[in-house]
Antibody, heavy 120, light 107 residues
Framework: EVLLVESGGGLVQPGGSLRLSCAAS????????MHWVRQAPGKGLEWVAN????????YYVDSVKGRFTISRDNAKNSLYLQMNSLRVEDTALYYC?????????????WGQGTLVTVSS | DIQMTQSPSSLSASVGDRVTITCRAS??????LAWFQQKPGKAPKSLIY???SLQSGVPSRFSASGSGTYFTLTISSLQPEDFAAYYC?????????FGLGTRLEIK
């Protein structure tokens, strides 16, 4: 069974930093592109970033470019999102998601999310 | 960025009804279109990929079609567990974008 468990969320002041983690199990982590998707309270889904199987390629939504960094450690079956210069509008539930084998962007499994609240 | 427009934004229906949700892309996305279901307090669940392919384990009452800029998701006979929010998503071009969602409520 595919299992994705996010952690690292919390309350942070504007301008602060936070590092999210996603622990993966039940599949060969190093064989899949991985993604972060967020959902502001009561709002829809927004794709944030993704990263190639070997970590050598990644993409971001414009609103987080230069502030967020996606990375992975295949030896630890873990995905990360380093979030710097956080803004109030970054407040959201952050989901880790897996792309289907052999695809870059087709999402097939999601974690339960970790909540990030940016507020003074 | 490609804009995804879903309609309706909300829909009231009864168990057993047939419902259709539409999704329009602001430019041609071929068939790189997915549909997700999200229940309150839960993570999204993949229903459909490549515009019309049913994800493994998804009931056959769900079907979808379309290509280019116009897509539909149909539930042939609503069951109590189908009342949820539904999102379309294009994954043809970065950034990946979602529609604003359709909330399916019990009448």
């Amino acid at each position: 069974e595919v299992l994705l468990v996010e952690s690292g969320g919390g309350l942070v002041q504007p301008g602060g930093s936070l590092r999210l983690s996603c622990a993966a199990s039940g599949f060969t982590f190093s064989s899949h592109w991985m993604h972060w998707v967020r959902q502001a309270p009561g709002k829809g889904l927004e794709w944030v970033a993704n990263i190639k199987e070997d970590g050598t390629e990644n993409y971001y939504v414009d609103s987080v470019k230069g502030r967020f960094t996606i990375s992975r450690d295949n030896a630890k079956n873990s995905l990360y999102l380093q979030m710097n210069s956080l803004r109030v509008e970054d407040t959201a539930l952050y989901y880790c998601a897996r792309a289907s084998s052999g695809t870059r962007k087709r999402l097939d499994s999601w974690g339960q999310g970790t909540l990030v609240t940016v507020s003074s | 960025d490609i804009q995804m427009t879903q309609s309706p934004s909300s829909l009231s229906a009864s168990v057993g009804d047939r419902v259709t949700i539409t999704c329009r892309a602001s430019q041609d996305i071929s068939n790189y279109l997915a549909w997700f279901q999200q229940k309150p307090g839960k993570a999204p669940k993949s229903l459909i990929y490549l515009a019309s392919s049913l994800q493994s384990g998804v009931p056959s009452r769900f079907s979808a079609s379309g290509s280019g800029t116009y897509f539909t998701l149909t539930i042939s006979s609503l069951q109590p567990e189908d009342f949820a929010a539904y999102y379309c998503q294009q994954y043809h071009i970065y950034p990946i974008t979602f529609g604003l969602g359709t909330r399916l409520e019990i009448k």
